[in-house]
T-cell receptor, first 114, second 112 residues
Framework: DSGVTQTPKHLITATGQRVTLRCSPR?????VYWYQQSLDQGLQFLIH???????AKGNILERFSAQQFPDLHSELNLSSLELGDSALYFC?????????????FGPGTRLTVL | GQNIDQPTEMTATEGAIVQINCTYQ??????LFWYQQHAGEAPTFLSY????GLEEKGRFSSFLSRSKGYSYLLLKELQMKDSASYLC?????????????FGTGTRLLVSP
């Protein structure tokens, strides 16, 4: 158990819908990262927040957005869902904003878009 | 951007040694990471290299050559529980100190 929690564990929805994935980092960690893992793409970095501020963006679609709240939990919002958005979404956390050796991954949310 | 290559799949026998290679291309190299991921589970950190050479941690070792853009993960005394995917990831100072770019992973199957 990494100490990072994610809800829900599984999510099944239809194309065109909007969902919100939630992540709580380890106690004391200020950075939160979101990753998407699909079968053909591997683990893809989406976005990084540090202490409430966006710090880095990967290939995150415009239909996706995220935020980190004052209590440091983070939410990833996915809208206008498409079949190709079906994937495992991982959240990870680390202590600081730069140079951390280890990121701690949560158990993931499996999203299925039908 | 970064380009990371690793073999898709490898097989080995319990008790043996296996080496998983990773090559990368990046302009502002700032660290190479290995993660282990069992099917359907979260990746877990194994090792970190930022300087050339070998880092040993129990049964697992990781090597880095920055001039060659090359790393390997060495697993000794293989156990059945080592069957998993092994992800090589690179950090580039030009794209953010905390952004990791992952390879597609090497699926290792350990047989009795």
């Amino acid at each position: 158990d990494s100490g990072v929690t994610q809800t829900p564990k599984h999510l099944i929805t239809a194309t065109g819908q909007r969902v919100t994935l939630r992540c709580s980092p380890r106690s004391g960690d200020l950075s939160v990262y979101w990753y998407q893992q699909s079968l053909d793409q591997g683990l893809q970095f989406l976005i990084h927040y540090y202490n409430g501020e966006e710090r880095a963006k990967g290939n995150i679609l415009e239909r996706f957005s995220a935020q980190q709240f004052p209590d440091l939990h983070s939410e990833l919002n996915l809208s206008s869902l498409e079949l190709g958005d079906s994937a495992l979404y991982f959240c990870a956390s680390s202590v600081s904003s730069g140079g951390d050796v280890e990121q701690f991954f949560g158990p993931g949310t499996r999203l299925t878009v039908l | 951007g970064q380009n990371i290559d690793q073999p898709t799949e490898m097989t080995a026998t319990e008790g043996a040694i296996v080496q998983i290679n990773c090559t990368y291309q990046t302009s502002g190299f700032n660290g190479l990471f290995w993660y282990q991921q069992h099917a359907g589970e979260a990746p877990t950190f194994l090792s970190y290299n930022v300087l050339d050479g070998l880092e040993e941690k129990g049964r697992f070792s990781s090597f880095l050559s920055r001039s060659k853009g090359y790393s390997y993960l060495l697993l000794k005394e293989l156990q059945m529980k080592d069957s998993a995917s092994y992800l090589c990831a690179v950090r580039d100072r030009n794209t953010g100190f905390q952004k990791l770019v992952f390879g597609t992973g090497t699926r290792l199957l350990v047989s009795p």
